[in-house]
């Protein structure tokens, strides 16, 4: 069955520390693969997507991350983290039905 | 940002009693979707929509209905409410394998 797991319910970073939050997925086929983002009290944001070519994909707010086909892993990366990046992420796969499969997320706690 | 609201933002009710959410679109995006969030289950879709009138349920249909009877608009029942539907409720629409986009969620409480 397919699936996305975010390993980690919770990650503290030091502001202006680097930061990694991990994704694995289980899909059959060449996955189109999302990270968004949520603040309290909103709705989600897109930070970056990956459908093809370049498997170091770049999105809003400095965030990047990496497909790795071997791992079946989508890491969400940033070099440096601000006060403002402490939310809640979402990893998901989109199925050949054009939905998407979600991880249950991963809140980021910034400490000053 | 997208343009998508959603009606109402914040909702009390009573258990047994129908609610209706509405999720409207102003960008003619084909799909649009209903999912539910609670904590610790990211986010779980409810039913979507692949164009006027054409409706499918995905994977926590039971106890909700959906109607789209034009392309801009995306209605949520729940037709008699359970404490175990209070939940935030996100709107989304999108183009197929693209990108979904989101509307703001409405915040339902069933006492």
Not at chain 1, 1 to 12: E, G, K, R
Not at chain 1, 18 to 41: D, H, I, K
Not at chain 1, 55 to 75: D, H, Y
Request: charged share 20%; net charge neutral.
């Amino acid at each position: 069955a397919q699936s996305v797991t975010q390993p980690d319910i919770h990650i503290t970073v030091s502001e202006g520390a680097s930061l990694e939050l991990r994704c694995n997925y289980s899909y059959g086929a060449t996955p189109y693969l999302f990270w968004y983002v949520q603040s309290p009290g909103q709705g989600l944001q897109l930070l970056l997507k990956y459908f093809s070519g370049d498997t170091l994909v770049q999105g809003i707010k400095g965030f990047e991350a990496e497909f790795k086909r071997s791992q079946s892993s989508f890491n969400l990366r940033k070099p440096s983290v601000h006060w403002s990046d402490a939310a809640e992420y979402f990893c998901a796969v989109g199925d050949s039905n054009y939905q998407l499969i979600w991880g249950a997320g991963t809140k980021l706690i910034i400490k000053p | 940002d997208a343009g998508i609201t959603q009606s109402p933002r914040h909702k009390v009710t009573e258990t047994g009693t129908p609610v209706t959410l509405r999720c409207h679109q102003t960008e003619n995006h084909r799909y649009m979707y209903w999912y539910r969030q609670d904590p610790g289950h990211g986010l779980r879709l409810i039913h979507y929509s692949y164009g006027v009138k054409d409706t499918d349920k995905g994977e926590v249909s039971d106890g909700y209905s959906v109607s789209r009877s034009k392309t801009e608009d995306f209605l949520l029942t729940l037709e008699s409410a359970t404490s175990s539907q209070t939940s935030v409720y996100f709107c989304a629409i999108g183009q197929g394998e693209d990108t979904q986009y989101f509307g703001p969620g409405t915040r339902l409480t069933v006492l």
